[in-house]
Structures are given as C-alpha cells and as structure tokens.
C-alpha cells in the first residue's frame, strides 16, 4: 500500500512539473542571407537558381524582410516536379554536424498553393496571385513585402553556431533527375532571446 501511494506522489509531482522552455532567434551570418554550400561537390548554387537583381532580402531583430521580383534562372521546366530538403546543421568540434531538425518537401509546386504548408505560409502566400505558378526557368514571383520571423521556443539549449542547408532537386515527366542539383546555405548563430 505505501509503495501504492509513493508513486501515486510521484507521478503527479511529475505531472505537476512546467515545462520551461526559452525563446531563441536565428542570426544570419552574411547580409545576402544565402551561400552557395561549401561542403557540396557537384552542387550548383544560388546563381543558377534565382535572379537577385530585383529582389531585396535582409535580417534585423524582427526577422528576415523580403521584397521585389525573384525570376527563376535555374534550367528547369514548370511540369517538373521538385523536391525541396532543408537541413539544420550544427558547429561541433570543427566539422558540422546533421540535427533531428529537417524539412523534406516532395512536390514543391504543389505545396506552392496549399494553405497548410510550410511553402505557402513562409512565402508563396505573399506572391501577387497572378504569378502563382510552378517553378522553370524564366518564370516572375511578384511578392508583396513581408517578413519571416527566425526565432521559435526550445526545450534544449539551442545555442550556437548553425546552418540551414537547403537542396531543391528537379525531376523531369520520366521521373528522372535533371542535371543541376541546387545547394545553398544560410549560416549563423543561434542565440537565446
């Protein structure tokens, strides 16, 4: 009976317990945002992926601000079903290492206009809707100003060096892969806010 009632105690000081988590921000090391990967071989980068002439990306403490024109430059056609891999990558012992933290994203173009994505609620939701369109080369986003926010709770202690690297790969209507593999990274620093 009193082993009985001593768990009883114990689980409902567990259960009593608050979770304390903290605010951590992302901090972009590089003004532009994006690299090219360095740790990639036979990747293309940002240069054969969009024209940035007519866009403006920058961070400050509210989060990354985006406006302008993006153009897709990368030789890809609009039928072509790409996928999308973001990983979060940490700064240990002078190598980086993977994360539990990652995205995987099968039909880019499809999660382009369905409300509920990732896609559409951190970007397509603010292109002008006549230029909601799959990606190929050639093709305008029109984007209306907005913000992303790069800071979110954590129960672990998140800080460090990071980077988010992003792989965005084009299959062509036989399902094969298309020669230009793009890559870039976003590296930083995580700090709690």
């Known amino acids: ?11 409902v000081a567990i259960l009593g317990l608050e979770v304390q988590t903290a605010l951590y921000r992302f901090i972009p090391e590089y003004p532009e945002l994006y690299v090219d990967c360095t740790d990639q071989p ?8 969009i024209d940035q002439s007519e866009w403006i990306a920058f961070y400050d403490d509210e ?4 406006e302008g024109t993006v153009k897709i430059i990368w030789d890809i056609k609009n039928t072509d079903r790409m996928t999308m891999n973001a990983e979060l990558q940490k700064k240990f012992r002078g190598g980086w290492q993977r994360t539990p933290f990652s995205v995987r994203i099968l039909d880019f173009c ?3 206009s369905d409300s509920r994505s990732y ?3 951190t970007w397509t939701r603010y292109i002008i809707p006549e230029d909601l369109q799959c990606l190929g080369k050639g093709v305008k986003y029109r984007q209306n100003p907005f913000t992303v926010k790069v800071e979110d709770q954590a129960l672990t202690n998140m800080k ?9 790969r084009a299959y062509d209507e036989h399902n094969r892969l298309r020669p230009e593999v793009i890559c870039v990274e976003v590296p930083g620093e995580v700090i709690k806010v």
């Open 1 to 11: 009976m009193n082993i009985l009632k001593g768990s009883i105690i114990v689980i």
């Open 42 to 49: 036979g990747t293309f980068g940002i240069d054969h992926f």
């Open 63 to 66: 989060g990354v601000h985006v």
């Open 110 to 112: 499809k999660e382009m």
């Open 119 to 121: 896609v559409y609620e």
């Open 160 to 168: 460090g060096r990071y980077k988010v690297v992003l792989f965005f």
